[in-house]
């Protein structure tokens, strides 16, 4: 007989009748009760072993972590705690565990130590949970974009090009650097290389994505980026997804639109698909409030905060008006930033983000117009402020427990203003040709941003270490898995 997932059993009416399930044992208790998962679902399916019928031999290797095959019959179940059971008819052995061994005991184990295992680490609820939201979310992703009409690009994920020019890039090579000749100037040549030049893996598809943007007007990216830079953070990785969209004839406040309405979309999706998952996260979380002082547990539980975004409209304001606002904070004044804000022209930590969203506004902030000289060299010059101040049509969107969620712009559409600003940047314009053809035959106005996938899932998930949303995370010294 063909063999059920558990999930549809733990939801059936349909009892007295032959089953057959695969699975992993949690417990084993009285030689008698299999709690067992099979990953569809958290739940597990209570198996009811005969054994006064079962060899001894066999009743030893049902342990915790094992990969059993259960026939038996589904019945409706008179124990407290569950609705169906299976009283087996066969057990047999898939995979054996060494209980000895297997670092999962059925325990409450903490995140650090589950890190630390992230191979095994699937197999416990929190992370069977977090990874069926990341599926979701995924997956509504593509639906909000199909949805709208934008056309999903590929773009590369080795490239020549910095695209955000902050020279956080890992280099690809072929080229054995012992055994590679230099040049005079003592520096690798690359014409021996795979590619012929230096290449790196790609911090953003966002060049490509606006050389497709304006072709078919509204495209989007999705894949993994790669940054070299101090990712020692709860907040960053070496390895993550980006989500990018690139919009033809869109200015920065249909860009502001669209990134709260896809925001509210995704949230909205996991509220509706994920319930299961949220519920299990959000009383998680419940518990591990209870062991906080008073004044430091959080106002707003997990699907509380959730509702909140999906309901109420994103707080917009400029960076001048921001630098305002968190120079006259109380945390400023006394100095309890760990970066005071003196002056307009400073680049905003997370802990000011943070105050913004989390203590100010209590909600999500979109803030725009960044000074030119702490963004990127593609970004939309406006007219200088009225104390001749460079700004540039920039936006952030900033969120609570997490601070920059997404990062975006209005492109620089005018040659002449981009090869100026290259130029001020010493990005040398040859390297860039085939992105500046774009501005050279028939440039328009476009926007775009890109969300990082990680951070939209920590806060969907309510975790708190980016390292524990990505099944196997890239930082400093560690590769493992
Ligand atoms: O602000 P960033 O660097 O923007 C770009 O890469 C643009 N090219 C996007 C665009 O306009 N198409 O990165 C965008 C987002 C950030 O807001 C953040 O959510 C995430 O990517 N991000 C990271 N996430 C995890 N680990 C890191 N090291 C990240 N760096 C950026
Ligand atoms: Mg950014």
Redesign the pocket.
Known sequence: IKREKIKSLLNTTDFNREVSVMGWVKTFRNNQFIALNDGSCMGNLQIVVDFNNTAEELLKRITTGAAIAIKGQLVESLGKGQRVEVKATSVEILGDSDPEKFPLQPKKHSLEFLREIAHLRFRTNTFNAVFKIRHALAFAVHQFYNERGFVYMHTPVITASD??GAGEMFRVTTLDFDQTPRTEDGKVDFSEDFFGRATNLT??G?LE?ELAAMAFGEIYTFGPTF?A?N?NTT???AE?W?I?PEVAFADLEDNMQLAEDMMKYLISYAREHCREELEFLNNRLLEEEKNKPQQERSELSLLEKLDFCVNNDFQRLTYTEAIAILKSSKPNQKKQFKYIINEWGADLQSEHERYLVEKHFKKPVILTDYPADIKSFYMRQNEPDSEGRRTVAAMDVLFPGIG??????QREERMDRLTQRMDELNIPQEELWWYLDTRRFGTAPHS?????F??LILFVTGMTN?RDVIAFPRFPKNAEF
């Open positions: 695209a955000e911090v953003s966002q994505g940054r830079e990712s907040r960053h990785l993550f980006m990018e920059e969620m997404i990062g975006g712009s775009g941003f890109g969300l990082g990680e951070r980016i």
